[in-house]
């Protein structure tokens, strides 16, 4: 583990992928595309079989798992931002936000070529134990903070077309 010098305070924190009400609409990861087709009343389109599994976190959850590591964090220590319930493969965050706007996930396999466009990672996960020993618990589950995600762009959405 990184050792900080005398005098200086340091707590390393890993952030999965968040998530949340504040993504911009020009994002143009999986996650937000999904969120943007369900907002639009659209089926979501998978471009692959969607077994990538990866560590996602609520924003809200991020935010408090920064600050609850620098106020009880240990000098020098590194702490990862997750929970291991929101660990979940692609296809299952798409169906969640599909089901919770009514929807469905179409699967679109890419050609070749097409395929040479896309991420090749196919596991992206963290621990987040180590952070939870020193009390910090996500509110969040991945079904409620993706609802609450997009209830809150929703509104946003319509109060802009008003």
């Known amino acids: 583990a990184y050792k900080a010098q005398k005098g200086l305070d340091?707590?390393?924190?890993?952030?999965t992928r968040s998530y949340g009400p504040t993504m911009l609409m020009s994002d143009t990861k999986a996650v937000s595309?999904?969120?943007k087709k369900g907002i639009a009343g659209e089926d979501i389109v998978l471009k692959s079989t969607g077994t990538q599994y990866y560590s996602y976190?609520?924003?809200?959850d991020a935010v408090s798992g920064l600050l609850h590591?620098?106020?009880?964090?240990?000098?020098?220590?590194?702490?990862?931002?997750?929970?291991?319930?929101s660990d979940i493969m692609l296809k299952d965050l798409a169906a969640i936000?599909?089901?919770?706007?009514?929807?469905?996930?179409?699967?679109?396999?890419?050609?070749?070529?097409?395929a040479t466009g896309y991420s090749k990672a196919t596991?992206?996960?963290?621990?987040?134990?180590?952070?939870k020993k020193l009390g910090w618990m996500p509110r969040y589950t991945i079904q409620t903070g993706m609802k609450r995600t997009i209830d809150?762009?929703?509104?946003?959405?319509?109060?802009?077309?008003n």
């Open 33 to 35: 595309q999904f969120i």
């Open 97 to 114: 936000i599909a089901g919770i706007k009514g929807r469905q996930v179409v699967f679109e396999i890419p050609d070749a070529v097409e």
């Open 123 to 131: 596991k992206a996960r963290l621990n987040g134990e180590k952070l």
């Open 57 to 60: 976190t609520y924003m809200a």
């Open 152 to 161: 809150i762009l929703e509104s946003l959405v319509e109060s802009q077309a």
């Open 69 to 85: 590591a620098l106020l009880c964090g240990e000098n020098g220590e590194a702490y990862n931002i997750a929970e291991v319930q």
């Open 10 to 15: 340091v707590v390393v924190l890993r952030l």
